[in-house]
């Protein structure tokens, strides 16, 4: 059997990828994201922020909020992929349909073919991914 190290890292850093994002909707679908009406609101309540000692400004400290501002960018461009993402992992739901249903009748649902589904669900991935590192989250 041969190990190749590089795969091994990369493989890892999918699974936090996952973990991550499963997170973020457990968070979303509880209502962490919509129980506060503003930053501000959050900040008070000491959700997700810390204000550090001689700091004037609070530090996010929440991967979920990572998540959510990378989508929130991503909608402006491609509100679609956001569309399809929120989809695949349960936080939006889509009429009768059940939230673990396969993504052939999620897509169906959508009004698009399962190749773009899937090639949209990797943009946002690529997307969250990305935010992630920058904030060092992965």
Sequence with gaps: ????PQESV???KVR???VRIEDWARW???GEARRHSSILQMIMAGHCFSGGAGSSQPLIEC???VIESALASLSVSNPKSVE???AEYGVLKLGSLP???PQHQKSLKLGIGLRTY???LAETKLAISTALKEEKYL
């Design 16 to 18: 936090l990828l996952e």
């Design 84 to 86: 399809v993402f929120r």
């Design 99 to 101: 939230l673990d249903a």
């Design 28 to 30: 979303t679908i509880n």
């Design 1 to 4: 059997m041969y190990f190749c």
């Design 63 to 65: 991967a979920e909020l």
């Design 118 to 120: 899937r090639r949209k």
């Design 10 to 12: 990369q493989g890892t």
